[in-house]
């Protein structure tokens, strides 16, 4: 008995020692929807051997050199906002998506936000708060297209849960905030999320009700994870890893549209999609 149990501390032991180190950087903060990503990553992967810890860099174009310049094994958290991203600030914040292997992707819808019990009004002007790194310009002419004669004016914040704050200040009229940011506030009871890209759970309609010909009915911030550095092996045990509790994870962080092990089709359409996203303004 005494010999099985040193046999299991040394396997024990020695499994803790080939421990996979990966180190995963965002293209944006850990404190936004890109951190719900990496931080389930790096829980669920540890029962597959890895053991992997975030860094946060300064901006996307640093995190974007880091991950193509690393010489181990690195992940990356990349939003299909990256592609405008690279415009605004003048930074290359676009990977080698050829050297890179796709691990799992998740997208992070947004909603049009009030204070509980407000209602929007036909024919007023409201304060709309926004994250930077959305596309303002083009959401806030998108919405100004509404059936209800409504005209949005800009603030911008440095985020979306800072756009739900400014909201809870009164500040700002209206936040539009990924999904994510404005649940414990809806869960609190203190605003109402009125109309969404994604779920309805929370009682919300679908943006459509609200400007039936936007082109950004459907806008969702696209998230995924890709990695360089692992052999095909390590690669498909990751991906396993996340098998089992990813799409969960992300569901209940109010993510949508959540896959292990994204195709080449996949890859493909998520580019478009953030050259597209690129146009906007």
Do not use: H
Not at 91 to 104: D, G, L, T, V
């Amino acid at each position: 008995m005494k010999k099985i149990i040193i046999i299991l501390f040394f396997v024990l032991l020695c499994n803790v020692a080939m421990a996979q180190k990966v180190e995963i950087v965002p293209t944006s903060t850990l404190k936004g929807p890109q951190g719900v990503v990496a931080n389930a990553v790096i829980d669920l992967s540890k029962s597959a051997g890895f053991e992997i810890t975030a860094t946060q860099k300064n901006s996307c174009g640093e995190a974007v050199d880091y991950f193509e310049n690393a010489k181990g094994p690195v992940a990356i958290v990349w939003s299909d906002s990256m592609i405008k991203n690279t415009a605004v600030t003048k930074q290359n914040c676009i990977i080698n998506f050829e050297k890179a292997a796709a691990i799992a992707v998740t997208y992070a819808p947004y909603e049009v936000c009030v204070l509980k019990g407000t209602k929007l009004e036909s024919n007023r002007t409201y304060k709309l708060g926004n994250n930077k790194f959305n596309p303002g310009g083009t959401i806030r002419d998108d919405l100004n297209k509404n059936k209800m004669g409504i005209k949005f004016t800009d603030v911008t914040y440095d985020s979306s849960s800072a756009a739900v704050t400014g909201l809870l200040n009164k500040e700002i009229d209206v936040a539009y905030t990924a999904t994510g940011n404005a649940s414990t506030a809806i869960k609190a009871g203190s605003i109402d999320c009125l109309y969404t890209t994604g779920d309805t759970k929370y009682g919300q309609k679908l943006m459509s009700e609200f400007t039936e010909k936007s082109q950004l009915n459907d806008y969702k911030l696209g998230m995924m994870v890709f990695v360089k550095n692992l052999s095909a092996e390590q690669i498909d045990r990751l991906r396993k890893s996340l098998q089992k509790g990813f799409i969960t994870a992300m569901t209940q962080q109010d993510m949508v549209g959540s896959k292990i092990a994204p195709d080449k089709t996949d890859i493909d359409q998520f580019i478009n999609t953030a050259k597209l996203y690129g146009t906007y303004n």
